[in-house]
């Protein structure tokens, strides 16, 4: 038994620190956090000082059990977590679960993963920081109590198993800001007037623009007629020295940021990559907002320049970080090695680590020297004068490693950084050609997930740790989509200047193109309209930012937490209070205006199964008509002649092949009715210009797709694409086909391999079944569990044993005792009879009918109403 025991949290980075340490030490991971908040109202004792209670959950309690007696045995714990606050109250939790001892306890902090850190970082032991404790406990409870008592809220008031939180609150609201000032953005159009030049060699071109725009084309095109036969001679030219210095090494926004704008990857992605690539001690710790770099950092890169690159191009530098909150004991993010240019691994982690070896190398290199040479045109006939301007890259220096992307989508085509040809002060130029093109002012950017974390470090919201869970959270709530959509086609006017004749030619572009963006839903804008309307201080970017600073003085120690969370909880309490009383019910209800044919208004609004166009009103004789909004559309800006236009689905075409074939909208979107079958209609695809010619390809398509690629078992094989990737169907079984299969060339043995481990899994899945009640005991991934219609629910302890069902006593087990065991945690289950789920296809294709559907069964967390006492049971 080894007399030191150190944990860390993940198995990765165990594995990597015992390779650097003796015999002496054995190293462990607590795999992450190893207790958390107990569920519902008794986690939190309000009334005592919000006091917690934790539970050691089902998955951790071996690791727990194995911690506990490592530790026992062991002369000396370390506690390794991170440092930074969720890295400290990991140890902190540690150091409670596992009834450690001060004496027999040493807490260690390392911003990289090599044994030279490692080794200092024994030698320097500390004690656990209460100051980082309470930082991370505070944020746990304030965003516990936030969730608890706005969720509730948004179930009565708006519709059930929604939920809300108090950092992607405000993610959402920056978004839907952002759309509403796009809708509301009224393009306003100019004319660019660009020349090209020759200076008397015709192979040298000299490219100019005027500086100023007309808003009118006739003054445009007087510009064009005045600059026939005109004269154009070099008026001024400048040439001076203009330098760019490298940007600071990375830290988790700006690196987030850049691999968004390089590599394409999300921030969730960017950060799982970072995450292996410290585990394996490639890189520093990846949660940080210091760009500062250490001493030894600064030498290894400076030998590194000198030997890769040569010594001029080493140039050393100090960054001070600009955030208040900013740890400069941090590091940036950094190679642990700058010596080691790439490293091993999949092409995900080659291509981030190059990223931040570049970026950090390149932040101590010289500046990048250039030329820079301005040109004005003199017109005879006009005032105005032309710009030409040309760069001359003199000495690369940094941009030999790297050049910073940018997020500007406001610039121009091209770059105004050409090289000019040789010119002289009061050279006469040659016109080739003059154009005047008509340029239409830009609504503003809609966010990627880059410039979304740009903007709430900016406003001083979140922290390293908080950006990607935030945004993957809003995505997975239903909130925010991330996609990319397809421009509309505009048209432009140009006037052409060439050989002293005056030409004019309407041409075509595509605009509003966007390419992963996200987008506010429906459902998202009404939830954020009600919390702008009765919780301002929640959805307040100063507000959320001055919280952000209160964390931050907890963690220093300037402040005492419980105070803070006093302060806030109490006023936030009454607001919960008396929006539960007097708000109204919000669905983000537009009048649109009146149905011509009957004469009822037309409301655009969120219904229970998403956004809707309805006529007429529930308290009128007449029931209301419904129909779908499609996903193009939205309820904050479809018009009245785009809501009346869905109402003519679904409709009747051609048969086919003697089925009756029609068009219309159903949950998952657009669909062609063949018979009994439902097919979807292509991405993006209007239902409304779909013909009977449309309609019989789509289902071609859809015959080709569905025809057999094999047989098993004297079955047919087919395969196919549905909401949740590639598939293929056998014997009525639909089986995802991983990644790891190329799935365009499944071989037999692919296909036979697949059916197996499905049918295998299939035959584990149920303990005991009742098909006409709904109900199942099945195995899942954390053990058994009761699934009672579309609902998943624990399976508690037996209570004869105060222990696990073990199998036997699952299988034994009558409805009677099931429905017994649901009615503790649903207690009203079976007031209403749960409806048939309705038979979908594969594709994912039904009828258009939710709009008017009710509700069947509601689920166990929508029975529970908001606290109305500030004091939470414990």
């Known amino acids: 038994m080894a007399k030191n025991l150190l944990i860390v949290e993940s198995p990765a980075k165990a594995k990597t620190i015992e390779g650097y340490l003796g015999k002496d030490f054995m190293v462990k991971s607590s795999y992450g956090h190893i207790r958390d908040l107990v569920k519902g109202d008794m986690a939190i004792d309000i009334s005592n000082n919000f006091t917690q209670t934790y539970e050691v959950p089902a998955d951790k309690k071996q690791v727990v059990a194995e911690l506990k007696k490592l530790a026992k045995n062991a002369e000396m714990v370390w506690l390794a977590s991170d440092e930074d606050r969720e890295g400290e109250a990991i140890s902190w ?51 516990r109590l936030v969730g608890f008592e706005l969720s509730p809220v948004l179930w009565k008031k708006i519709k059930p198993s929604l939920s809300a939180g108090r950092v992607q609150s405000v993610a959402v609201r920056l978004i839907v800001d952002r759309e509403r000032e796009i809708n509301k953005f009224k393009p306003s159009a100019a004319f660019k007037i660009s020349a090209q030049f020759n200076n008397g060699n015709p192979k040298e071109i000299v490219r100019a ?4 725009r007309f808003s009118d084309e006739a003054d445009a095109a007087k510009f064009l007629q005045d600059c026939v036969n005109a004269n154009f001679k070099v008026a001024t030219l ?9 940007a600071a090494p990375f830290t988790t926004s700006t690196l987030q940021q850049e691999a968004s704008r390089k590599l394409g990857y999300s921030v969730s992605r960017t950060m799982q990559i970072a995450q292996r690539l410290y585990e394996s001690g490639k890189i520093t710790y990846m949660r940080t907002d210091s760009v500062n770099l250490s001493e030894t950092a600064v030498q290894a890169a400076a030998k590194e320049i000198n030997s890769a690159f040569g010594e001029k191009y080493h140039q050393p530098r100090v960054y001070k970080t600009k955030s208040a909150g900013a740890q400069e004991a941090h590091e940036a993010i950094r190679p642990t090695y700058f010596d080691q240019h790439t490293v091993a691994g999949d092409s995900a982690e080659q291509r981030l680590y190059e990223l931040i070896w570049k970026r950090a190398i390149a932040s101590q290199m010289s500046e990048a020297q250039f030329e820079k040479t301005t040109a004005q045109i003199e017109v005879s006939s006009r005032p105005e004068r032309l710009i030409a301007e040309g760069e001359v890259l003199k000495f690369d220096g940094f941009l030999k490693v790297y050049l910073e992307s940018s997020d500007d989508e406001d610039a121009e085509d091209g770059s105004n950084n050409n090289m000019l040809p040789p010119l002289q002060k009061n050279q006469m130029l040659s016109l080739q050609q ?24 900016e406003l001083g919201i979140g922290r390293p740790s908080t950006y990607a869970p935030t945004i993957s959270t809003i995505q997975n709530r239903g909130y925010v989509v991330k996609e990319d959509r397809e421009g509309r086609q505009r048209t432009f006017n140009t006037i052409t200047l060439a050989n002293n004749e005056i030409s ?50 907890i963690a220093q120690g300037l402040k005492e937490w419980t105070n803070m969370l006093h302060a806030f909880y109490k006023p936030f309490h009454e607001e919960v209070q008396v929006t539960l009383d007097t708000a109204d019910r919000a669905n983000g209800e537009r009048l649109l205006g009146v149905d011509p044919d009957s004469g009822k208004n037309v409301y655009a609004k969120v219904g229970k199964f998403g956004p809707l166009v309805q006529i007429g009103q529930l308290d009128e004789e007449e029931k209301p008509r419904y129909a779908s909004i499609s996903k193009t559309q939205s309820v904050g800006t479809i018009t009245l002649e785009e809501a009346l236009e869905q109402f003519k689905l679904p409709f009747q075409l051609e048969d086919y092949e003697g089925k009756e074939v029609s068009v219309g909208v159903g949950r998952f979107g657009p669909y062609v009715k063949w018979g009994d079958s439902f097919i979807s209609v292509p991405k993006n695809e209007d239902p409304l210009t779909i013909d009977f010619e449309r309609a019989t390809e789509i289902i071609q398509e859809k015959i080709t797709a569905d025809a057999p690629v094999a047989e098993h078992e004297g079955m047919p094989v087919t395969k196919g694409t549905g909401r949740f990737g590639p598939f293929i169907k056998w014997n009525g079984l639909f089986i995802n086909v991983p990644r790891a299969y190329d799935f365009d060339n499944l071989s037999k043995k692919d296909i036979t391999e697949l059916i197996h481990k499905k049918v295998e899994k299939e035959a584990n899945r149920f303990i005991q079944q009742w098909t006409d009640e709904k109900i199942a005991i099945e195995n899942g991934r954390w053990g058994p569990f009761i699934r009672f219609g579309k609902d998943m629910l624990k399976l508690r302890k037996n209570p004869a044993s105060n222990d696990k069902y073990t199998p036997e006593e699952l299988a034994a087990l009558s409805l009677d005792d099931v429905k017994a065991l649901i009615k503790e945690q649903v207690p009203n289950a079976f007031e209403k009879k749960v409806k048939a789920t309705k038979k979908v296809t594969a594709d994912g ?19 529970k109403a908001a606290p109305k006492k500030a004091v939470v049971k414990k």
């Open 209 to 212: 623009e005027l500086p100023q």
């Open 434 to 457: 003059m154009n005047a093109i008509e340029r239409f002012s830009r609504p503003p950017a809609r966010y990627t997930e880059a410039s979304l974390v740009k903007k709430l470090e």
């Open 93 to 143: 939790h540690l150091f409670e679960t596992l009834n450690l001892k001060a004496e027999k306890t040493k807490r260690i902090v390392f911003h990289e993963i090599t044994k030279p850190a490692i080794l200092r970082a024994i030698e320097a032991p500390r004690t656990i920081d209460y100051n980082l404790v309470h930082a991370q406990q505070a944020r746990r409870v304030l965003d």
């Open 238 to 246: 400048e040439t001076k020295p203009a330098k760019r210095n490298p």
């Open 845 to 863: 294709a039904e009828p258009k009918k939710a709009a008017t559907k009710k509700a069947t069964t509601k689920k166990a967390a929508t029975k």
């Open 504 to 553: 004019k030619q309407t041409k075509t572009e595509i605009t509003g193109a966007e390419k992963s963006k996200l987008f506010p839903t429906d459902i998202g804008e009404v939830v954020n309209d009600f919390l702008v309307e009765h919780f301002k201080d929640i959805v307040d970017f100063n507000f959320t930012a001055s919280v952000e600073k209160e964390f931050d003085e």
